[in-house]
């Protein structure tokens, strides 16, 4: 059984950074819903160090009607 880990409307992209590697290393899913406090364009997270989020099962929805 897998894990989902719902972010909803996260602001500060460390934060979300520690919980998708988090995410990554017990193979959990992670769902992020929008709006975010941050950009997800690539030059964004490299700059952020966030440049594995291509290893994370991701989902991103654009309201939490989506979500459900």
Not at 13 to 33: F, R, V, W
Not at 36 to 60: H, P, T, V
């Amino acid at each position: 059984m897998k894990i989902n880990v719902v972010l909803v409307e996260p602001e500060i992209p460390q934060n979300t950074g520690n919980i998708a590697i988090t995410c990554s290393c017990t193979n959990s899913k992670l769902h992020l819903i929008k709006p975010l406090g941050f950009s997800l364009e690539e030059k964004y997270l490299k700059r952020a160090g966030l440049d594995y989020w291509d290893k994370i099962d991701l989902e991103i929805y654009e309201n939490l009607d989506g979500f459900f």
